[in-house]
């Protein structure tokens, strides 16, 4: 195996992420994906809280059938997984995240119409939708930052924005309990799933519109080169 090439020779960990993180917010791109996953994993996080409250108690579904709703989420999962590298082949890479993200994460707000019967159906559709668009968004991700990060600053920058997306998550199960008890469950769930659809627009904001793929050359690296391991 080849060994690490973002090392550093000392200094505090803290220093690291900063250095990631000015990478990250100088970029249109990485500034963009960074937002998008901030408040994805916020809005998602409160609805994954809620979840079972709303199957169980306000629809009344019983344990099995709630849990059948919540397994398509790892249906849309595979699904996602099988299709975002034919759908980036096809469409390009930025057109692929343009269409596929938007366009599925406004299926979520189904999820707050969900009722017993046929109504049971939105949760489904919901659900898979979520799913899929999570692993396609990843699986994009994920390769446009390996070969678009210069890879003396890629641990920093992953670590970095990670760290900014997965902080979200707490703040979004404390958002999810407060709406739910100052409007109840299915108020609550209008709001964050609004909040997911509205999170797959931040792409909009950056030149990614006028792009088929994005690009593959790797960034510039605007740290110190005294800061690097030689």
Not at 58 to 85: C, F, Y
Not at 123 to 130: K, L, N
Request: hydrophobic share 55%.
């Amino acid at each position: 195996m080849q060994p690490p090439r973002d090392r550093r020779s000392g200094g505090h960990a803290a220093a690291g992420v900063l250095d990631g993180l000015r990478f990250a917010w100088r970029d249109p791109y990485l500034r963009a994906m960074t937002a998008f996953s901030s408040l994805a994993n916020l809005a998602l996080t409160g609805v994954d809280a809620l979840l079972v409250v709303f199957l169980v108690r306000t629809v009344g579904l019983s344990s099995a059938a709630a849990g059948l709703v919540m397994a398509s989420l790892g249906v849309g999962g595979v699904l996602g997984a099988l299709v975002a590298r034919p759908l980036g082949r096809r469409f390009g890479t930025a057109r692929a995240m343009l269409i596929a993200v938007p366009g599925s994460l406004c299926c979520a707000l189904l999820l707050p119409l969900a009722d017993k019967g046929p109504r049971l159906a939105f949760a489904g559709i919901a659900m898979m939708c979520s799913g899929c668009v999570i692993v396609i968004a990843n699986v994009i991700v994920d390769s446009f930052m390996q070969t678009y990060v210069s890879p003396d600053i890629l641990g920093r920058v992953t670590s970095a924005t990670r760290a900014v997306g997965f902080a979200m998550m707490p703040v979004g199960a404390l958002l999810a309990g407060v709406l739910a008890t100052a409007l109840g469950v299915r108020a609550a769930l209008w709001a964050l799933t609004a909040l997911i659809a509205a999170s797959g627009l931040t792409f909009l904001l950056t030149p990614m519109r006028h792009l088929r793929d994005l690009p593959r050359r790797p960034a510039e690296d605007s740290v110190p080169a005294m800061q690097l391991e030689v």
